[in-house]
């Protein structure tokens, strides 16, 4: 069984896989100051509640955007499992040719995305990472990983309408009954919800249009589920991405 963990700006999402099969995902808040005993902890505990145990546990492998936790969670799992997690960087095959300008410069997460999209979508493709920012990956038919486009996201828009303005309060994530509010909070639900989802079909047609053909497109995150089922293409939503990325690269690195 191996314990795979990508660290986000706001969340972590861990879970177990054994062979294919992806056992459990969980999220949990990240924490720049939690110790690895705490974060030893909160892992534990995720396997408990699947009636997992950390004995069963062989391996590890980390995607990481937040470099300052990363080190505390290689020891986290240690601690845990008494192995030594294998960390997405440099020298690490993904199986992707990537094709920016400065490949070092491309994030784990959206190197775990796109390596296990080529895996298990066709090309070309749009990659969507709804998280603390939105990035969209473009793969082309050739499966090179070409570049992209980073957006704002959800919750950072909302809390910046809501920190620079004094009489506009913060709002749930939920969909209004129609587009045209009738009152403060069903507008800024609107204006949150069906923007960021008409920006993702705008950003994929013209994206198609650069590229001269039609794409997959794929979607993950913790905010997809509220926003793909607004949009008006045909999004694939993927929850699992992330994890089953983390499965394909561990066994291109695994040493028998």
Avoid: W
């Avoid at 990035?135 to 809501?162: C, E, P, R």
């Avoid at 950003?203 to 497109?217: A, S």
């Amino acid at each position: 069984m191996i314990l795979a963990i990508d660290v986000g700006n706001t969340n972590i999402v861990l879970g177990c896989f054994d062979d294919k099969q992806i056992l459990f995902r969980e999220r949990i808040s990240t924490n720049q100051l939690a110790t690895d005993l705490e974060y030893m902890t909160l892992f534990s505990t995720a396997l408990k509640l699947h009636s997992l145990s950390e004995e069963n546990i062989s391996g590890a492998i980390i995607s990481s955007v937040v470099p300052s936790v990363t080190n505390t969670l290689k020891q986290a799992i240690t601690k845990l499992a008494g192995v030594t997690a294998m960390v997405v960087g440099p020298g690490v095959k993904t199986g992707l040719s990537i094709m920016i300008d400065n490949p070092a410069t491309l994030g784990a997460d959206l190197a775990v995305d796109a390596a296990a999209a080529i895996s298990e979508y066709k090309a070309p493709m749009i990659i969507i990472d709804m998280g603390t920012a939105t990035t969209m990956s473009v793969v082309d038919k050739n499966k090179n990983y070409i570049g992209g486009v980073i957006m704002t996201g959800m919750a950072v828009s909302s809390d910046a309408l809501t920190s620079r303005t004094s009489q506009l309060p913060r709002i749930a994530f939920e969909t209004p009954k129609k587009i045209i509010g009738t009152n403060t909070v069903d507008c800024m639900k609107s204006g949150i919800m069906f923007s960021t989802a008409s920006a993702l079909d705008g950003m994929i047609e013209r994206m198609e249009e650069e590229l001269g053909e039609k794409c997959t497109v794929i979607a993950t995150g913790g905010l997809a589920p509220l926003i793909i089922p607004l949009c008006k293409r045909d999004i694939t939503l993927d929850e699992d991405l992330l994890l089953k990325g983390l499965m394909v690269i561990y066994n291109k690195n695994k040493k028998d």
